[in-house]
Structure formats: structure tokens, C-alpha cells
């Protein structure tokens, strides 16, 4: 399975990586919605997306391009945007700072590994 990380903190990013990585997961990083987009139009199973950090209207026509969409889980440091993710589409929402195992959960799960 290949998932995508949008999240425009380098730690945060690189380390969420390292953890899908050793968890058997394919990872590609992005750092800005131009790199999230230009990854989407390579195809990814899964995206895992900072709602702040990397949305944008350029990701939202990334995300309904692609064929088949990729599952979306959305995480935020504003709890109140779980609506927004839900309005955007996404699969699952988790408002940092998020449990790690938690977040592992929910991959598992959007990936059919659960």
C-alpha cells in the first residue's frame, strides 16, 4: 500500500514516515500542496494530510482527479475542523497532537489491514 504524507512540519513528517515505513507501508513525503498535488497525479492509496499545512484548492482537484481516489485521513492542531474534513470528503479526521497508535489504527484500517 502506498501512503502519501502531506504535512508541512519537517519532524512531524519525517518521523510519521519512518514509523509507516517500519510498519511495511510504501511512504512518499510532501512538504507543500504543490508536492501533495504532483504526488496525487502519481496515485497513492492512501493520504494522510495536514489540513492546514497542505490544503488547498489545487490539492482538492488532486484528490477528485484521482483515479480511484485515494482513501483520505485529515489531521489538524484545530479540533474544531473535524466537519471541515468531513465536508472535504475525508475517510477519518484526528486532531494533533494525535497517539501515534491511534493513527496507526486508523491506517490500518483505511488500508484494510485491520
Known sequence: MRVLIG??????REILG????????RVELAANSNEVA??????????????????SPEVS????AASPRPKLLLVSGDPSLALAAEQLGADGFLS???????????VATLSGRS
Open 7 to 12: 504535512e508541512d512540519d519537517v519532524d512531524q
Open 18 to 25: 519512518e514509523v509507516l515505513t517500519s510498519e511495511g507501508y
Open 38 to 55: 504532483h504526488r496525487l497525479d502519481a496515485g497513492a492509496d492512501l493520504a494522510i494530510l495536514d489540513l492546514h499545512g497542505v490544503a
Open 61 to 64: 482537484r488532486a484528490l477528485n
Open 96 to 106: 494533533k497532537p494525535y497517539d501515534l497508535d491511534l493513527l496507526l489504527h486508523r
